[in-house]
């Protein structure tokens, strides 16, 4: 939670979203996406089957996330782990200095 709130706080949430969403743009993240909810409706016309726009987004879900290129994954994670080392980095140095203080 605490990093969630420096991530607000300075603003890198916002930057690191945008980022995010511009190259999830650039990718064949929606057209995968697309093709495969084009399928499960065919599935279910198919077989005379009703599906609710709430199961429709239940089954949509996982395959939203399974569609995001591991690249893109990858990256957003190490960008999240950078911004959390340095403020754990931040939090030891103020914490020695307290201590060196004393």
């Keep these: ?3 969630l709130h420096q991530l607000e ?7 690191i979203h945008h980022q995010f969403k511009a190259r999830l743009a650039s990718s064949e ?6 093709a495969r909810a084009k ?10 089957e009703k599906i609710s726009m709430e199961q429709l987004i239940r089954e ?9 290129p591991g690249e893109l994954k990858s990256d957003l994670i ?4 950078s911004v959390i080392d ?5 939090d030891e140095s103020a914490r020695l200095a307290n201590t060196n203080g004393e």
């Design 9 to 15: 706080t300075t603003g890198e949430i916002y930057s």
């Design 60 to 68: 949509l879900v996982p395959v939203g996330r399974e569609c995001v």
């Design 29 to 34: 993240w929606r057209g995968r996406f697309r």
């Design 78 to 81: 190490r960008r999240l782990e």
């Design 39 to 48: 399928q499960i409706l065919r599935e279910r016309q198919q077989d005379d």
């Design 86 to 90: 340095d403020k754990d980095d931040k």
């Design 1 to 3: 939670m605490q990093y």
